[in-house]
């Protein structure tokens, strides 16, 4: 069989993007704590998620996305702080009354059963009649494309067939809320892309609120409304992944998502201005309501620009700089440039065009930031 | 796959244990009766079946334990008995139980029975136990690994201390055989305690094995592991008449004992017990006796006509010359086991190396003869023969009490306590054997 | 820890069930025959007076050296068996590798009393070699002089403990580890001693651990071999002696169980963190290679002489059964189907007692064991260590103590209905041989769980399923194959077992075929009816074995197959 012949997901009657379901619930997380043993692995969490919505956990390994995502479930030590669906507190609810459907990372097929079986088991441990249990069975299956493979064994079946398998186990018992952990962490790169693409239509058509744990900010970035970027237990931004990107709360949320240049340096008075001063000579004018103090230049790579003279404007809308090229890396869409200015490196991303050759190491080169674009964070 | 042969195998095992349920039999008076025995199936089986043959619909539940196990069996269910009879050769294992309140009395209406055989009284005076069949002890031999060995049969006690038997001989502990015990304590009758010790200490030396139980011995003989066996009589007969090339001679030191039977106090089937004990000493039981497999002496003198092969004790044909002391036997008779275990049983390998030394020192000393050497041997056997404790101090009470747990009374005083006594006398022994073997060593180099 | 906190009460209740059973029919009993050995003997006072003794005894301190010293000496022998064959079976494609894991088992199933027996007329002094070593060369060999003959029937009856545990041990090793040795320049026995024999060692010293346990304890063959001079025997003898209740045997079954639990925490402590094997799953196990026709004759040719020596004792039996006399002779005089004709028509209760009792012990024994180990491993009630110590301390217990204990403890106690005190209802001897064969369910059932990913019973919980549920649909259906097994394994050696049974057979109808061979080899008249009886059990035990290792073995080639389909399809 092969992976991309097979159907997608079929999309037939979606609803809106965004929009919730008409079974979508509110996930509410009030001062969650939790430890295993000495070990505080989530240092007090509060989070909305809205009903429908595609939330994702993003963070590091050992971050705590995973053991929030299994306390939301039920599994795990027992935390303090309260866990509400809609109006429910599932807190000290055992994990097989939550109705929380979960995926997990290894998908846990049961081998001893047929993928059917595997299927039909929660809506039998629900008490469900046969003659109810069978057209489920058959929906779900179809929802995921597997309707032949009903009566192959897991084994017999290919990574990707697996996870459909594991999705359609989860959705058939029709959960509250979905829960997604590293749901594509265990398949091939290609196969990735088309995956979450069809995770992310049938979340949209199913209008389930679902959340989403991995550590590739790619994968946060693209299926999610909103994500959650936890480090060290506790969740250090929340919103739209843009909003993350351009306007990170903190370094480590910066850093995370994506290569950043970070300058250390202060923020001083001139007069009535505010002036950013830094290492390797970095001096621009910031916004008057910018406080004085230690503080981190960052402006992502691809705002800086290489080449000529400052191409007109006042030099307080640009930064310029002159270096030398230490570093080329060809990513095919861009090329990464290291460049060395005044003892610092700052990365530099140059889009690709076919008739502009790239840099050799050694070049001396000058370059631009708009200094709008450049975000100053303190710490 | 697994799941399903799983579940099978385990209704098949609940299916099974309904269909079959021992427990479930019907437990009338009358038609089941309990003995505890330590007879051979090939004893029991023949009783059981001619005993149930004669009353329809009785089952008789044959319990096997050896002597001594059984004995601990009906003191330890006591509590709750549920044993009607203890069948087993040893009296003084009767003796034990009568002590402690464990048997029940009962007046045999059967006839025709002497009252002795040999000098022993066949019944229990008090009336407790009965004797059903008299056995001797003597030893057997297998005749293919005498040949092979190329040596001759013995003939008394005395013959199995030759060097010629070293290595050759086996025979059980009296702590782990009632028969044994009686050997051991007839000879020490019949020789007196210190030339009786003396005795079983020479043919200690020449010891193969001490086994486990009594029946090792003639399993050991059959099989051709040693040569000769001290063994109670049947055994020897049993053998033979099963086909083992194998021979058994009574000494003319022996005494025949009556092998016994009673019932247990507060046994759960009393009529059945007196039934079957009536049957066992009926002419019709006694002549069971005749079995190949079973060749045991019958208590009805009659009988004796009906199998010419067998030496009738009442008419003289064994040398059945001690008067066995059953009060004697009994007041030390832990005392007598334990001190065989600790200075021949225990110590067989210290024994051995000590008797091998003095025979050869022995054997160098008759064909060279030296008077200072001799001396020297002579020691040698009586440290050997040397016995920590007296006879007198082995009938003492209060002494013999150390071997005894269960104190009748709080006030009963008992001086020490069984593992520092017989330290004491394992100290004793191993310096006087590793003495014995040194003077030995001594003496042969004189000689050469 | 895992779902602690959250709807445990079932598992309270469960965990107490089973506490209760261990409590009930090992910790009492056993605490009840041991406490005598704190007792002064006049006075029944408390005191350590008696351990004093012990230590001050010659014959003792004789008697523990003796023990240590068979335990370890058959430890090393039985290694020598067992190392080859594990590795032969493992590491090379052999045409008969089940056969030849089938018969490394046989010895497993026969009463080491009887193997004793067997052996002693083919070994012993004058035994079949021995007669024909004097006859032609003029000399002997003494194979079962004392000690020696203890060893020799130690190894060869418990070495298959060492090789069940090694073979999985080498199997469980990543193919990928030894490649890379290779890759790296190592070979040949270089090879094995520094790759393939460490990674191997927890296996190898959980079997060694439980070899030198199980002759430390072991009574009935050095009583067959009528060796006294070693502790298990010495309490033994003085237990069971008429009269004498003297607390030295009690003191020495405190020192057999400490040592015991000693040796076992020890190859616990010394394995802790070892347990490389797991940690590298997927690689299916060493490559296994072809050998060219030199190795391969020679490995049949070690392989063949180390089974003709394991299966002395069998061949011996086989001899006794169908012979007539065998009397200081090299084989018996002449043969006779007459042994099986008594056993066919005297000694077949034996045989379904056996099947109904040692089938309903291992039933009960992997019941207790799955739940001893999932409360362990996957609950977080407090205490839980205590049972799965409890369960796996029962291999430390002697029988004699173990039957002595349950005749002193539930001798008082009538059982409703039946209307017998408990400690003579048939029952007590399925509690008994569920209680000694507890032990080898738990391993094999705990090593089947940690195999069971977590993530399948949280799915099933997710779904909806409660605890029970779980346990029911998932845990014991994934569990089955290492079920199997403990159920095999109790059931196997469970249905020979003698020391306890002996103490507790209160009826001759209720008795198994272990006790069914002891009477019948106590006859002056010959022991081939019991050779006859030993060679049936032998047999039965043996096609179970060999079925349900069949069984298993196909089981895991279809998931095998499986998995190779689906990694076909996928590409």
């Given at each position: 069989m092969n992976e991309h012949s097979q159907p997608a997901i079929s999309a037939t009657g979606a609803t809106a993007p965004g929009r919730a379901g008409p079974k979508a619930e509110r996930l509410v997380i009030e001062g969650l704590r939790l430890a295993f043993g000495a070990n505080e692995v989530l240092k007090g969490v509060d989070l909305v998620i809205e009903p429908g919505e595609f939330f994702a956990f993003l963070g590091p390994s050992g971050s705590g996305k995973s053991t929030l995502l299994r306390a939301i479930a039920g599994f795990g030590p027992k935390p303090s702080g309260r866990i509400l669906i809609g109006e429910e507190e599932i807190t000290d609810e055992p994990p097989w009354k939550r109705n929380v459907g979960m995926v997990f990372q290894s998908y846990a097929?049961?081998?001893?059963?047929?993928v059917w079986k595997n299927v039909a088991f929660g809506l039998e441990e629900r008490g469900m009649r046969r003659s109810e249990i069978a057209p489920r069975v058959r929906r779900a299956l179809e929802l995921v494309g597997l309707a032949e493979f009903a009566d192959r064994r897991p084994s017999q079946l290919s990574g990707g067939q697996q996870q459909r398998v594991a999705l359609a186990r989860t959705l058939v018992v029709e959960p509250r809320v979905l829960l997604l952990d590293e749901?594509?962490?265990?398949?091939d790169a290609n196969l990735r892309v088309q995956v979450r693409r069809e995770l992310k239509q049938l979340q949209r058509q199913l209008g389930i609120t679902t959340i989403f744990v991995t550590h590739d900010q790619e994968e946060a970035n693209t299926t999610s409304d909103r994500m959650a970027v936890l480090n060290d237990g506790l969740i250090q931004q929340v919103g739209a992944p843009v909003e993350l990107y351009d306007r990170p709360a903190n370094l480590f949320v910066a850093t995370f998502l994506g290569s950043a240049n970070l300058i250390e340096g202060e923020v001083l008075a001139d007069g009535g201005r505010r002036l950013f001063s830094g290492r390797g000579g970095f001096r621009f004018p910031v916004a008057a309501a910018e406080p004085e103090g230690r503080a981190h230049a960052l402006f992502r790579p691809q705002i800086v620009h290489l080449g000529g003279n400052p191409a007109g404007g006042d030099s307080n809308e640009f930064f310029t700089f002159s270096g030398r090229v230490v570093r080329a890396e060809f990513l095919g869409m861009l090329v990464r440039y290291g460049v060395e200015v005044a003892g610092i490196e700052l990365l530099v991303d140059e889009p690709h065009e076919p008739d502009r050759p790239v840099l050799p190491e050694g070049a001396e080169v000058t370059g631009r930031i708009l200094t709008r674009q450049i975000r100053i964070l303190r710490g | 796959m697994s799941v399903r042969a799983m579940r099978w195998v385990a209704l098949a095992a609940l299916g099974l244990a309904q269909a079959w349920s021992p427990s479930l039999s019907a437990q009338e008076i009358g038609d089941k009766l309990v003995v505890v025995t330590s007879f051979p199936k090939d004893l029991t089986n023949v009783f059981k079946e001619a005993f149930e043959k004669k009353y329809p619909g009785m089952t008789v539940e044959m319990l096997k334990k050896k002597t001594t196990a059984g004995v601990k069996y009906i003191q330890e269910t006591a509590s709750n008995n549920t044993s009607d009879i203890f069948w087993a050769s040893a009296p003084d294992a009767f003796e034990v139980l009568k002590g402690d309140g464990l048997l029940a009395k009962y007046e045999v209406k059967a006839t025709g029975i002497p009252d002795k055989v040999g000098v022993f009284p066949i019944n229990d005076p008090d009336g407790y136990y009965k004797g059903f069949a008299a056995s001797g002890y003597g030893f057997m031999w297998n005749t293919r690994y005498l040949k092979a060995k190329k040596l001759p049969e013995p003939a008394e006690w005395e013959d199995l201390a030759k060097p010629v038997y070293f290595g050759h001989v086996g025979m059980s502990a009296p702590s782990r055989s009632g028969t044994t015990h009686l050997t051991v304590e007839t000879v020490l009758q019949g020789l007196g305690w210190e030339d009786g010790w003396a005795l079983w200490k020479r043919i200690g030396g020449n010891l193969k094995t001490v086994t486990e139980r009594s029946f090792g011995v003639p399993s050991g003989v059959n099989s051709g592991d040693f040569g000769i066996g001290i063994v109670i009589d049947f055994f020897g007969f049993s053998s033979k008449a099963s086909g083992y090339p194998v021979e058994f001679r009574y000494p003319s030191t022996t005494t025949l004992v009556p092998a016994n039977i009673a019932i247990v106090a507060n046994a759960p089937h009393p009529e059945a017990a007196a039934a079957f004990i009536e049957f066992v000493l009926s002419p019709e039981g006694q002549r069971l006796l005749l079995d190949p497999k079973i060749r045991r002496l019958p208590v009805r003198p009659e009988i004796y006509a009906e199998a010419p092969d067998l030496p009738n004790p009442f008419e003289g044909d064994i040398g059945a010359s001690v008067a066995f002391d059953v009060k004697k036997s009994k007041a030390r008779y832990n005392l007598v086991n334990s001190l065989f275990d600790v200075m021949i049983t225990y110590r067989l390998d210290d024994l051995q190396a000590a008797t091998k030394a003095l025979q050869d020192a022995e054997a160098a000393l008759a064909a060279k003869p030296n008077e200072e050497a001799a001396k020297l041997v002579a020691r040698g056997w009586e440290l050997v023969a040397a016995?920590?404790?007296d006879e007198a101090k082995s009938l003492d009470p209060e002494f013999a009490g150390?071997?005894?747990?269960?104190?009748?009374?709080?006030?009963?005083k008992v001086t020490g306590r069984q593992a520092e006594v017989e330290q004491e006398w394992d100290d004793f022994v191993r310096a006087n054997y590793a003495e014995a073997k040194a003077l030995a060593e001594q003496a042969l180099a004189m000689v050469r | 820890m895992i779902f602690a906190g959250r709807g445990q009460w079932g598992a309270f209740g469960t965990g107490g069930f089973v506490l209760l059973v261990l409590l009930v029919f090992l910790v009492i009993p056993v605490g009840k025959v041991i406490y005598v050995a704190f007792q002064q003997p006049d006075t029944g006072a408390f005191t350590l007076v008696n351990f004093l003794d012990f230590f001050n005894t010659s014959l003792f301190r004789e008697s523990f050296y003796n023990s240590l010293y068979v335990a370890a000496m058959s430890v090393v022998v039985a290694s020598l068996i067992a190392i080859p064959l594990a590795y032969f079976t493992t590491r090379f494609r052999f045409g008969a590798a089940a056969l030849l894991q089938t018969l490394g088992v046989i010895p497993l199933i026969m009463p080491p009393f009887v193997g004793a027996v067997a052996m002693q007329m083919i070994f012993g002094a004058n035994g079949s070699i021995n007669l024909l070593l004097d006859e032609y060369f003029g000399f002997t060999i003494p194979f079962m002089e004392g000690l020696n003959g203890v060893i020799l029937v130690q190894a060869i009856h418990y070495f298959p403990f060492i090789l069940i545990n090694l073979s999985a041990s080498l199997a469980n090793i990543d193919r990928s580890v030894e490649e890379s040795a290779q890759n790296l320049g190592s070979y040949g026995f270089r090879l094995f001693r520094r790759i393939v024999f460490p990674l191997a060692m927890p296996g190898y010293v959980a079997g060694a651990a439980l070899v030198f346990l199980k002759v430390f304890d072991d009574l009935g063959t050095p009583l067959l071999l009528n060796v006294n001079n070693m502790l298990a025997p010495q309490a033994y003898l003085r237990i069971s002696s008429i009269g004498i209740t003297d607390p030295m045997g009690y003191v020495i079954s405190v020192i057999l169980v400490a040592f015991s639990l000693f040796s076992l925490w020890l190859s616990y402590f010394v394995t802790r963190g070892r347990d490389y094997a797991s940690l590298e799953k997927g690689g299916g196990g060493l490559g296994k290679r072809d050998l060219g026709t030199w190795g391969r004759l020679g490995a049949w040719l070690v392989i063949l002489i180390i089974l003709l020596i394991v299966l002395t004792p069998h061949i011996g039996l086989l001899l006794l059964s169908f012979g007539t006399i065998w009397s200081f002779s090299v084989l018996p005089d002449a043969y006779t189907l007459a042994h099986y004709r008594e056993v066919f028509s005297t000694a077949m209760p034996y045989i379904t007692n056996t099947l109904i009792y040692a089938g309903l012990a291992a039933l009960f024994d992997v019941i207790l064991a799955t739940a001893i180990a999932y409360l362990v491993w996957r609950t977080g009630i407090p205490g839980r260590q205590i049972l799965d110590y409890l369960g796996t301390a029962?291999?430390?217990?002697p029988g004699v103590v173990l039957g002595i204990g349950y005749l002193r403890v539930f001798h008082d106690f009538q059982v409703p209905f039946v209307d017998k005190p408990l400690a003579s209802w048939w029952v007590i001897i399925v509690v008994a041989l569920m209680i000694r064969r507890l032990p080898y369910a738990l391993r094999a059932c705990t090593a089947a769980l940690q195999q069971v990913s977590i993530a399948l019973e949280e799915a099933a919980l997710n779904l909806g399923a409660g605890r029970f549920r779980t346990v029911h649909r998932i845990v014991v259906p994934l569990m089955a194959g290492g079920i199997m097994a403990g159920f095999v394994t109790s059931f196997a050696t469970a249905a020979v077992e003698l020391s306890a049974t002996i103490m507790l057979v209160s009826a001759e109808s209720d008795a198994p075929v272990a006790y069914g061979i002891y009477v019948y080899m106590q006859t002056a008249a010959g022991r081939g009816p019991g050779a006859a009886l030993g060679v049936l059990a032998v047999l039965l035990v043996g096609i179970a074995t060999y079925l349900s290792h069949r069984f298993v073995e196909r089981s895991r080639e279809v998931e095998e197959a499986d998995r190779r389909l689906a990694v076909a399809q996928g590409a």
């Open positions: 097929l049961w081998p001893h059963m047929t749901p594509l962490s265990n398949l | 016995l920590p404790i150390v071997f005894k747990k269960k104190r009748k009374k709080a006030t009963d | 029962a291999v430390a217990v």
